[in-house]
């Protein structure tokens, strides 16, 4: 979860099925921590806290268990308890203390109506309240560890089996999505897919994106105890990895569309620098190796400075250039050099305006009238296009040559930065249908 990586996290997010938020028992909670969790709570993904490192020297689990509730959540449910390193479960499908069933009643009405009414409600009845409540992401059980020392892991793991289940297949029709892109030494694609609903098998021949275009699955390969093996087919909830498929994109699907966890609001970077080969000779090398990384993480970004001709970066931070710097150099042999980083800067406009560029009238040289109005919107909506001409008079071609240009026109305003937060609407237009063209 570093910062500089939360667009490749939260693009994870689409096709979890749990997660576990790993904290540092000495640092504890941190700003992307946050930033994660609020994700997590947000899309209701089930999800487990693991307090690592509990080996360390000063550690303070009390005042950790207090940042917890005040920066993450009232409703934890701290499920083992820390004594000298090692840790003793104090909720269980055996036992549970007394404190930690007033909680379970104070979340789930149907135990607590027995519990009022002193009916008999064994351990096991808490339990699978539990994992009920964790299931629809109302309770966060937080367990305790030392990665590092093998502390708590088997105890993580069944916590893990027991509270993220996997969602039952709702259609036997295949729903797959491609959420991973990696190229081997040789620079071959492989592709990574969760199969959601139905199963691929080797040899099906396969829609992409419910569309009329179609692969034949050549080789197939799933993960089996955290090695590659070949397989003739992957089933629902498992991961399938396909090679050869030079046209898929991450978030393809193959056959039906999948249902996915929707809602996410996508973090776009803040920084960005000019980057330039220490040969010059090798600059479209770069600019390959640049386009390879970006199929493999769409959230890498870079252009061509059309005014300085400069190949420029968009970047998250700065661990997130040092790693470009190094992948550039050892996978595809080629040196480069940043310049100084800047802040990325948006313009967007005050207040509303509307312009006409009539036919015949200088400066214009085209044989059309064109009417905008711009309208500010609020920040982060982005850009808006929308039109009051009718297609019964003026065609989708020209229609969509005019959204083409507001597009090209919106990637460089008055001071050079990228124009959002607005509304142009398409308002007045005229042509001579002889000598008129998109």
């Not at 386009?291 to 005014?307: C, Q």
Request: charged share 25%; net charge negative; aromatic share 8%.
């Amino acid at each position: 979860g570093h910062v500089d990586f939360l667009a490749e996290v939260e693009r994870t997010f689409k096709m979890l099925d749990g997660a576990v938020l790993i904290l540092s028992a000495k640092e504890g909670i941190q700003a992307q921590t946050k930033l994660l969790f609020s994700t997590l709570q947000k899309l209701q993904i089930p999800t487990i806290i693991f307090i690592n490192k509990i080996d360390r020297a000063g550690v303070n689990l009390e005042r950790l268990y207090l940042d917890i509730k005040t920066n993450l959540s009232q409703d934890v449910l701290f499920m083992q308890t820390v004594v000298d390193g090692s840790v003793y479960p104090v909720c269980s499908q055996t036992y549970i203390k007394e404190e930690y069933k007033e909680f379970v009643c104070d979340h789930d009405d149907n135990i607590l109506e027995r519990y009022l009414s002193d009916s008999e409600i064994s351990p096991a009845d808490y339990w699978n309240t539990i994992i009920a409540l964790v299931a629809k992401a109302k309770v966060y059980p937080v367990l305790h560890g030392s990665a590092m020392f093998n502390i708590g892991i088997n105890e993580l793991l069944d916590a893990i089996s027991s509270f993220i289940l996997p969602p039952a297949s709702v259609s036997n029709r295949l729903s797959a999505y491609l959420y991973k892109i990696e190229h081997d030494p040789k620079g071959h694609k492989r592709s990574f897919l969760k199969i959601i609903d139905g199963s691929l098998r080797l040899r099906d021949v396969v829609r992409i994106n419910d569309s009329e275009k179609s692969i034949k699955i050549k080789n197939l390969k799933t993960i089996y105890q955290g090695k590659e093996i070949n397989v003739d087919e992957v089933s629902a909830n498992d991961i399938a990895i396909v090679g050869d498929m030079e046209d898929f994109r991450i978030g393809d699907y193959l056959g039906a569309e999948p249902c996915l966890i929707q809602g996410l609001s996508h973090q776009h970077p803040a920084l960005k620098s000019s980057v330039r080969p220490d040969k010059p000779e090798e600059r479209s090398k770069v600019i390959s190796a640049l386009n390879t990384l970006w199929i493999e993480d769409p959230s890498l970004s870079f252009s061509i400075n059309s005014y300085s001709d400069e190949l420029e970066i968009s970047l998250y931070g700065l661990t997130q250039k040092e790693i470009i710097q190094t992948l550039l150099e050892e996978r595809f042999s080629v040196k480069v050099h940043f310049d100084e980083i800047k802040t990325i800067y948006k313009e967007r406009p005050v207040k509303k305006v509307n312009k006409i560029i009539q036919i015949e009238v200088p400066p214009n040289p085209y044989w059309a009238t064109i009417g905008l109005t711009l309208e500010p919107l609020p920040l982060g909506t982005g850009l808006q296009i929308e039109s009051d001409i009718s297609y019964g008079y003026l065609n989708h071609s020209f229609q969509n040559a005019v959204f083409e240009g507001i597009r090209m026109s919106c990637q460089s305003g008055l001071h050079g930065w990228e124009v959002t937060d607005l509304k142009v609407t398409f308002t007045q237009a005229e042509y001579y249908s002889p000598v008129s063209t998109p």
